[in-house]
């Protein structure tokens, strides 16, 4: 269990924080880690469980085995959003969001369109209602 405690570390500190902010990161108690490490024991496979769940981006065969790359290649991370996505994925996702923007600026265009139209509307039947006006106090 030592080279997969070894690992967890590993995982931590790429994700720059220390152990024990990376068991507060996954739900386990204060010392989980930092007393299995120190003292060589195991772990429960809960807190294996919640790591890979929560950080999706590390291979669970490279955590528990040490084979393999560290990283998922096919996951893209959308720090932001907090998301990993699929190469495939990632450009619907941008060719999405690029046609909403082209929908929103042609949309913005009509409203100011409209604006204008208002506002001419607007001022057309002031006019009226002071000829209207002018023409009962005749």
Do not use: C, H
Not at 21 to 34: D, L, P, R
Not at 98 to 123: C, D, F, H, P, W
């Amino acid at each position: 269990m030592g080279s997969v405690l070894k690992r967890i570390k590993i995982v931590a500190d790429r994700e720059g924080m220390s152990v024990s902010a990376f068991e507060a990161t996954i739900g386990a108690s204060k010392g989980v880690f930092t007393r299995a490490l120190a003292n060589g024991t195991d772990i429960q496979s809960k807190w294996l469980i919640n790591l890979v769940e929560k950080y999706p981006q590390y291979s669970s065969e490279w955590l528990l085995k040490g084979e393999g790359d560290m990283l998922k290649p096919n996951l893209i991370l959308k720090e932001e959003e907090g998301t990993y996505l699929t190469p495939e994925l990632e450009g619907i996702t941008n060719s999405v969001i690029n046609s909403l923007r082209q929908v929103i600026a042609s949309q913005n265009i009509t409203i100011k369109s409209q604006e204008k139209t208002i506002m001419s509307l607007e001022r057309l039947l002031s006019s009226l209602e002071r000829e209207l006006d002018l023409l009962k106090n005749k």
